[in-house]
């Protein structure tokens, strides 16, 4: 049986570069899932973007999309695609009615529209927790965000930092290339209306 790999795409072009560093050394060796959760407060350009990257490389893309439940249970998944994909915030509400809103102090976003999303749907395939590796887009110049004891424990794997180091102006450089480069500008982010941007980007 051939190595696993979950690739989270967050649908920046960070991501973007780490799945074609994936597809270029690994998906003759691997059996390799690409993943994206949409929280559907994405920018719309965000959306198109990740179409296009999944239309270039081939990726066979899984778009994934959070069901919340009553009681206890975490959210799972259903599949989508670009085209039935939620784009008016209808998904993060129906997380918000359970949970309540997300905060520094509870960041429910990550965890129950993306990660248990993801988690959710690799139970699906059948592939049990720790038989697979998860690749995450964290660059080179962004050592904080690096978490070796966490990786070790759940097999998190740093491609932009630990294949190819990369930092932000080679992948923005990288990207200047291609006529569907992500056009939004940096400000402005994949969600939105983050609750973690400050307000003077928001205002922005």
């Known amino acids: 049986m051939k190595p696993r790999i979950r690739a989270s795409f967050s649908g920046g072009r960070s991501s973007a570069k780490m799945c074609e560093i994936l597809q270029r050394r690994f998906s003759d ?4 899932v690409y993943t994206f959760a949409n929280t559907s407060w994405e920018h719309p350009k965000t959306l198109d973007f990740v179409h296009a990257v999944d239309r270039w490389l081939g990726l066979n893309l899984v778009w994934l999309e959070a069901v919340a439940h009553e009681g206890r249970k975490s959210c799972t998944h259903r599949v989508v ?6 784009r008016n915030g209808e998904v993060f509400e129906e997380v918000v009615a359970k949970y309540g ?12 529209l993306k990660t248990n999303v993801m988690n959710s749907y690799a139970r699906a395939l059948g592939w049990a927790p720790g038989t697979y590796e998860t690749a995450i887009g964290i660059r080179a110049d ?7 004891e966490v990786a070790d424990r759940e097999r998190i794997i740093y491609p932009l930092v630990d294949l190819e180091p990369t930092d932000k ?5 990288y990207f200047e290339q291609f006529s569907w480069d992500l056009g939004i500008e940096e400000h402005q982010g994949n969600c939105t209306a983050c609750f973690q941007k400050s307000d003077r980007k928001l205002l922005t």
């Open 81 to 86: 695609t670009y085209e039935t994909a939620k």
């Open 101 to 112: 809103l997300p905060n520094q102090v509870f960041k429910l976003c990550t965890r129950e």
């Open 142 to 148: 962004e050592p904080r965000r690096v978490r070796r």
């Open 169 to 173: 102006q080679d992948v923005l450089s």
């Open 29 to 32: 060796s691997h059996e390799i």
